[in-house]
Each structure stands twice: as structure tokens, then as C-alpha cells.
């Protein structure tokens, strides 16, 4: 897998408000796709994964949108909270059954 | 639940010296990764082990690393002799079926080689 990190993209978001955090795949193979939460000084956290047999998914305050046409990816988070504030990657599995190609990450800032 | 464990959880160290990372997969894991994340060059796979055998290294920089796994709940990464360019963060994560379930990602170690 590869990704870029020399500039992220930064989403700012009143707290309380719904963020949409938004990602464009790269290969038309990938039917396995994982949202992943990083938080400062930590590994990468699980939030939620889709396959693309379906186009949309729940959990809690989180939902993953797919939209396969367009090849484009999105995490909505509901009311957001100051413990949201994260770096965002979005990940796929391409045409390998173990390795991940990730996306360049989305920086999420809450202003209270 | 334990998740996956890593230690230490920072290295500092000067160059020419040997560094080993630890790894404690999730128990019932059979998949094991190590990545490197650097800002320049965000997150790279160096290796990748399923049931303990390593399937694919074409990762690893070059003959310095070397990745072992000696059985289903420990693996470590060592790197020797090390260089300033090897400072990054390494996280080590495992899956029940990385193809169809999700990674989980230890807290990594950060590693300065000086």
C-alpha cells in the first residue's frame, strides 16, 4: 500500500455539527474499505468497514457511504465532539487479500 | 479485550546500534503486519507473517531490517545496524482475515536513531 503525508488535508467543524470526511479510491478491483481514526501519539483505530455489495453502513454516530459508480468513499460523523479530533484514513484492499492501499489521511480540527 | 501490544513504546538510540521491536498480536490472530509511518512517506507495509510464516517482505528497506514471528503471539522487528533515516514511528497490527476483517493497529513505537 502507499500513501502521501507531506500535506494534509485539514477539515474544520463547530462541535456539535456533522462532519463529512470525504475519499476518492483508486481501484476498481477493491471490494473491502475501513475507516481508520488517528489520534495523536497513537496507532491507527478501527472505526468502521464496508464491502461493496452494499453502499451504506451504520455504527454508533458514524456512518460509511459507497458510492462504487464514482469510486468515492465518505465517513459522517453525528454531532461531533472534541474527542473526534483526529487524523482520518480511509483504506481499501485493492486486488490483494492482505495489503491495504491507504489514502493521504483528512486532519479533523473541532473549534468549540 | 487486550489489543495489540508493542513495546517500547520509544527508542532512543544512536546510529550503528541494534534496535528490536515487540509485538504481541491478538490472541486468535493469525495475521501479523509491521508498518513504518514517516510524514514524508505516510504509512508503508515492511512485512506481512499469516500463521507465523512471513508471506511477504518485499517491503523491508533493505538487509538492515529483519522481521521474525517464533510463534502466534510474538513477533519482533530488528534493525542493524541502524541510521538516522530509520527514525520514524513503527506500528505493528494483526487480523483474524485481513482480505475480509479489519486490521487493529498497536500504539506503535517511536524510534529516534541519533
Known amino acids: 500500500g502507499e500513501s502521501v503525508g507531506l500535506h494534509l488535508p485539514t477539515l474544520s467543524v463547530q462541535e456539535g455539527d456533522n462532519s463529512i470526511i470525504n475519499c476518492a479510491y483508486s481501484?476498481?478491483?477493491?471490494?473491502?474499505f475501513i475507516w481508520y481514526k488517528q489520534e495523536s501519539g497513537k496507532g491507527p483505530q478501527f472505526i468502521i468497514d464496508i464491502r461493496s455489495n452494499m453502499d451504506k453502513r451504520q455504527g454508533q454516530r458514524v456512518t460509511v457511504l459507497l458510492n462504487k459508480t464514482v469510486k468515492h468513499l465518505s465517513l459522517q460523523i453525528a454531532a461531533t465532539q472534541p474527542g473526534d479530533s483526529a487524523v482520518y484514513f480511509c483504506a481499501e484492499n485493492g486486488d490483494s487479500n492482505y495489503q491495504l492501499i491507504w489514502g493521504a489521511g483528512t486532519k479533523l480540527i473541532i473549534k468549540p | 479485550d487486550a489489543g495489540v501490544i508493542q513495546s517500547p513504546r520509544h527508542e532512543v538510540t544512536e546510529m550503528g546500534q541494534e534496535v528490536t521491536l515487540r509485538c504481541k498480536p491478538i490472541?486468535?490472530?493469525?495475521?501479523l503486519f509491521w508498518y513504518r509511518q514517516t510524514m514524508m512517506r505516510g504509512l508503508e507495509l515492511l512485512i506481512y507473517f499469516n500463521n507465523n510464516v512471513p508471506i511477504d517482505d518485499s517491503g523491508m528497506p533493505e538487509d538492515r531490517f529483519s522481521a521474525k514471528m517464533p510463534n502466534a503471539s510474538f513477533s519482533t522487528l530488528k534493525i542493524q545496524p541502524s541510521e538516522p533515516r530509520d527514525s520514524a514511528v513503527y506500528f505493528c497490527?494483526?487480523?483474524?482475515?485481513?482480505?475480509?476483517?479489519?486490521?487493529?493497529f498497536g500504539d506503535g513505537t517511536r524510534l529516534s536513531i541519533l
Open positions: 497490527a494483526s487480523s483474524k482475515d485481513p482480505g475480509n476483517q479489519p486490521q487493529h
Open positions: 481501484n476498481s478491483a477493491s471490494d473491502y
Open positions: 490472541s486468535g490472530h493469525n495475521s
